[in-house]
């Protein structure tokens, strides 16, 4: 949709969600109860997410891995509560009240209090391994099942186990407890269902030659619907112990059924793709929803029993309307697909587990975005604010610079010109100039305002790691190898050359007057620099091994260095001596960073701690559990409240400075995070990583900020019944605008579809493709009308004549008008100087105007719409100010509802297409004029439009008008 015209456009109950609406002229429209279909990722474990479970209030989220943890969630602020880490868990299970969990590894089992994150008892009993653990409704039993063909109930308070059920069946696989905790349903190995009453301890039916283990009880506890490998459900009356039913249809296996909350329907989905819905009491087939491309593994139904929710194996979950029986909403865009999923208990909210390892929570009517910076073309290696925090810079390997707007998230600008990997990018205090390094060997000084390069300097030998500022910006350090270059900003050249280092130097700092600069190597030594003089003032020896990072105390008084050796020293920067010593870190340091007051030090190592250090009395303050998760980062937010880290599991964890707490754990980053940075304001905080992005996280609210997956273009047919849209498979869906139905896919998988343009009448859609033709599609059955073939390059613009009955076509030097109702070529007209990409009918039909890209002129022409003619008429200069193509194209306005693409002049560098996982609306350079723009809650979001780079014109023109 982007630059499309949508002027005077009504829609209502409209998800506008991954909609590219950039430079897009909205004027006048109403937009009521929009729908934002998103999903929010809780990316907590580093294994495949096997369970879930909603506790009863939906609340918290309770999640168990491969990993051998164990995740406690809460809903509202998408934070990990606590984590609990075992070896070898069999299964978990949520109390209905959400207070309790139940965890089972091999022949025993743990009961957690989840308030405070502590076991509460064993559970000993069961000769073998544990397979299922199971709470009763009321949440005072607990049923244990073994591989040792018994099952245990226990009391859940005080852990005492109250019965013993031996040898009811071989090898149970699965239990389910009714809703009244009378009954047991069990399913064994050896193709066994029973039900065991409970009270009376005694066995009450025992169906044989089951080998499915997909069994449903009703809420009420009279029904049991259990799928058998004939392709049937059978429904059994708990009371009678009769089958009262046996349900056929499905064309193939069966992987889930499940009760309507008011026990009145059944759900079915198989391997056949289709979703049955049944008549619960009568047992007669109701309807069959289609619409996934493989085999269904789960349906489940919202608590309100108005939405069904079917998980497929083509990676995508259904959401279907049971009164309507049309589908409501197709939730996508997860790489790997669907494992399970899990409504809360009030219905607003999906959980699903994804084989990519994470639980993503999706918002039934409308849901809240993650976000990521992407359009690196290889892996970020390093980050930087500028000093006032609007700019983000960041240097990939793909030999590019990307400056991004930190506020909207929109890449302002992209910087080429080195010919090798960014190694480091660096901002000068006043913001205006950036520095970068890279392993051509070259520093290169750019114009932030502008993007311009202002110097090349030229002077290593060998990549350059690492560029720094001075504090007052004058001068540049730069190092590779053993040497330090220092440079004079103004004058572009070389100030010194500093020797010494008989080892490759790893870190440089200024100290905070800028007189000092202090380096550490392998060699291992570090050394004093005069910054004016490009003399060495001191060697400080202390440490055995080598001296990855250095770092000054923000008064200048103490430099902090680190060692591989396990220890952190503290020297003394005037007399040039070792204050202290720090020891205690296992296996080693890694990281030190200083507070922003100067009182406190942090440093990681390979131990999976970070230690806080009280830097005064040289005392350890706390210790910082990563969980067996090596600390590749350390950094402070500048009022120094909070500390980030970044971790080998692709994560960062925010901690609270003073409680010494974990606020949080982020997650978005799919592989190694290379660089964390906060905001001058302390509002963000950037990451990079070697999954080409960077990500930009709200520290206060812990969400992020940024792109997302957006479709190609949409076009509104002109009577308004019809949204077309083109796909990145190359097709073209027709939607029912009155319902929100797809009505028809048009299939084009050969070809690349670029534009379209829809009839006056709206019968007819025109689509042009990659291969330099023309479909004609019949709108109302999807059938191919005609295909015009005679451009011999790519197709810039296509039009319909005010009648419908003519096609004026633009490629090349070329123009070709083609008869609608024969797919003939009527006319043909070259020998223009550039392409022409602009066609446009008068409204009258007889006149044609359009404009080549060499050329500064816009032609007129008039038009025999019936043999082909064409006489020139008028010609325009496109660069006179006082006749401009916008005045002479609004001769010739297009009717309401046509493609109509406008200039590029609201917004600079947007980007056409963006390909993610994620779907997010974009609004950069959209013109808004006056109109409604109200989502589902009643909420404006122009807001969200103007935060994206959106031009609202009441407000510019308030802005004049002061």
Known sequence: MIRCDLSGSEFLNVN????????????????????????????????????????????????????????????????????????????????????????????????????????????????????????????????????????????????????????????????CISSDDTLLALNSSNNELVLWDVTKKEQIVKLDRYTSDIFCFSLDGTTLASCSDDKSIHLWDVETRQQTAKLYGHSSQINSVCFSPDCTTLASGGYDQSIHIWDAKTGQFKAKLDGHKAGISQVCFSPDGLILA??????????????????KAKLDGIQKGFLQICFSPDGNTLASIGYDDSIHLWDVKSVQQQTKLDGHSGGVYTVCFSSDGTTLASGIHDRSISLWDVETGQQKAKLDGHTSQINSVCFSPDCNTLASGSSDNSIRLWSVQTGQQISKLEGHSNQVKSVCFSPDGNTLASYNGKFICLWDVKAGQQKAKLDGHTSSIHSICFSPDGLILASSSYDPSIRLWDVKTGQQKAKLDGHKTGIPYVCFSPDGTILASVSYDGSIHLWDVKTEQQKAKLDGIYKGCLQICFSPDGTTLASSGYDYFIHLWDVKIVQQKAKLHCYSTRILQLCFSPDGNTLASSVDDNSIYLWDVKTTQQKCKLNGHSERILQICFSPDGTKLASSGDDKSIHLWDVKTVQKEGQSKGILQICLSPDGTTLASIGYDNSISLWDIKIGQQKLKLENNENCVNLFCFSPDSTILASECSNNSICLWEVKTGQLKAKLDGHSKGILQVCFSPDGTTLASGSGNSIHLWNVKTGLEKAKFDGFKGNVYSVNYSPDGTKLTFRSSRDDYILLYSLDVYIGNINFLYIYK??????????????????????????????????????????????????????EFIDYKGGDLRPLFKSQECCILETYLKSSQK
């Open 16 to 175: 506008i969600s991954g909609i590219n609406l950039n430079q897009a002229k909205l004027l006048n429209c109403k937009w009521r109860s929009l729908g934002i279909n998103e999903g929010i990722s809780l990316n907590g474990q580093s294994g495949r997410v096997v369970q879930v479970f909603f506790s009863l209030d939906g609340k918290s989220l309770a999640s168990r891995s491969v990993d051998n943890t164990m995740h406690l969630w809460d809903v509202k602020t998408r934070k990990i509560k606590f984590k609990i880490k075992m070896k070898d868990i069999q299964s978990i299970c949520l109390s209905p009240n959400g207070t309790t969990l139940v965890s089972s590894c091999k022949k025993q089992a743990y009961i957690w209090n989840l308030k405070t994150g502590k076991k509460i008892c064993h559970l000993i009993g069961h000769r073998e391994s544990i397979a299922s653990v199971c709470f009763s409704q009321n949440g005072t039993m607990l049923a244990s099942v073994s591989f040792d063909s018994t099952i245990l109930l226990w009391n859940v308070k005080t852990g005492k186990q109250i019965d013993n059920l031996n040898d009811i069946c071989r090898r149970v696989r699965s239990i």
């Open 310 to 327: 079917s998980v497929s194996y083509d990676k995508s979950i259904c959401l279907w309307d049971i009164k309507t029986e049309e589908q």
């Open 878 to 931: 496109a660069s006179d100010l006082h006749i401009r193509e916008t005045d002479i194209l609004a001769l010739f306005k297009p009717l309401k509802f046509t493609h109509n693409v406008i200039p590029e002049i609201a917004a600079l560098n947007v980007p056409i297409i963006t390909i993610s996982q994620i779907q997010k609306l974009k609004t950069q350079g959209t013109i808004i004029l006056k109109g």
